[in-house]
C-alpha cells in the first residue's frame, strides 16, 4: 500500500476520536468539568478521577473531554472564516478586475507583510481578550494567503472555454462565478486548508495559554497549561495531559491534510 493511504487511515482515525470526543463530551466526561472540590486537590488517578485532579479538585479526564470541544470548535469556526472571506474576495478579485482587483490585493499584501501570530497578538489588542475575539484575530491574519490563492485560480478558469461561452450565451457575472468558479476555488481551498487546521490549533492554545483566549473556568487545552505552570515540578501531569491533546490533535489534522 502507498503512503498516501497509510496516512489517510492514520489520520481518518485520529480525527475520529477527536471527533467522538467533541460530540459525546457529555456521556464520555465521567464528572463536571466545572466542579470544584479543594478536598480532591492534586489527586494521582484513581478509580473516581481516573486521570486525576487539578489544583482546583477538578476532574482533569473531564476538562480534557470538554476541552476538546472549545479548542476544535474555535479551529473549526476561524476555517469557515478563513474559507468564506478570503475564498469570496478572491474570486471577486480575480473575477472582475480592474480597481477592484488592485484594491483587494494591495489590502492582502499589507496583511501578508506581517507574521500571522504577531498580527493576531495586535488584534487583540484591539478588539479584547475572549475566545470570540480571537477567532476573528485569526481569521483576520490568515485570509489573505486565501484570497491570492482563490484570485489566482479565479484568473485561470476565467481564460477558460465553458466561461467564455457561458457570457456568450448572455450568463449574468453572479451566475457565472457561482457555478463555474466557486465550485472548482472551493474544492482546491478545502484541501489547503487541511494543512492549516493544525496552525490554527497552536495559535488558538497558545492565545489563551496567555491568557488572550477562553476565559477560566471554561476548560480550554491552552487554559489548563497555564494554570498547570505552578505544578511542572510537582505535578507535571498537568502539563504533559493538555499538552498530549494538543500534539495529537495537530498530528492528527497534520496527517490528514498531507494525505
Known sequence: ??????????????????????????????????????????????????????????DQLSRLVHGARTSLGAVAAIAILVLAIGGALGCLSGYAGGVIDAVIMRTSDAFMTIPTLVLALFLIGILGTGLVNVVIAITLSHWAWYARLARGMTLSLRQRPYVAAARVAGGSHGAIVRRHVVPEVAGQLVVLATLDLGHWMLHVAGLSFLGLGVEPPTPEWGIMINDARPYVWTDPMLIALPGAAILFTVVALNLLGDA
Open 1 to 58: 500500500m502507498s503512503r498516501v493511504p497509510w496516512l489517510l487511515a492514520i489520520g481518518l482515525a485520529m480525527t475520529a476520536v477527536l471527533l467522538s470526543a467533541v460530540l459525546l463530551a457529555p456521556w464520555i466526561a465521567p464528572q463536571d468539568p466545572l466542579a470544584i472540590d479543594t478536598a480532591a486537590r492534586l489527586q494521582p488517578p484513581s478509580w473516581e478521577h481516573w486521570l486525576g485532579t487539578d489544583h482546583l479538585g477538578r
